[in-house]
């Protein structure tokens, strides 16, 4: 059963970063691609990011190109989502998603 389980959420300060995880369990990262997803209050789920893993080809949201970096680490089933410069409309609930699969979603507060 593959599960997807993201951690590095929390509170930080506008201007500061924060760095997401997701560590995916049965399923082998070869020639799929992991994205991150949000979710704000009262908002759509909207696509960050996403990661090639057989090229590391990547996409962006213009919303948060230059500040986001989503890399991966094949070895330990890992992708990373490098949050920069972090503004106030970046809460929301980071999800990650690999293929039909979700994870369960972690808290991301940026304070003004």
């Known amino acids: 059963e593959v599960q997807l389980v993201e951690s590095g959420g929390g509170l930080v300060q506008a201007g500061g970063s924060l760095r997401l995880s997701c560590a995916a369990s049965?399923?082998?990262?070869?020639?799929?691609?992991i994205g991150w997803f949000r979710q704000a209050p009262g908002k759509e789920r909207e696509g960050v990011s996403c990661?090639?893993?057989?090229?590391?080809?990547?996409y962006y949201a213009d919303s948060v190109k230059g500040r986001f970096t989503i890399s991966s680490d094949n070895a330990k089933n890992t992708v990373y989502l490098q949050m920069n410069s972090l503004k106030f409309e970046d809460t929301a609930v980071y999800y990650c998603?690999?293929?039909?699969?979700w994870g369960q979603g972690i808290q991301v507060t940026v304070s003004s």
């Open positions: 998603r690999l293929s039909q699969y």
């Open positions: 049965g399923f082998t990262f070869d020639n799929y691609a």
């Open positions: 990661i090639s893993s057989s090229d590391g080809s990547t």
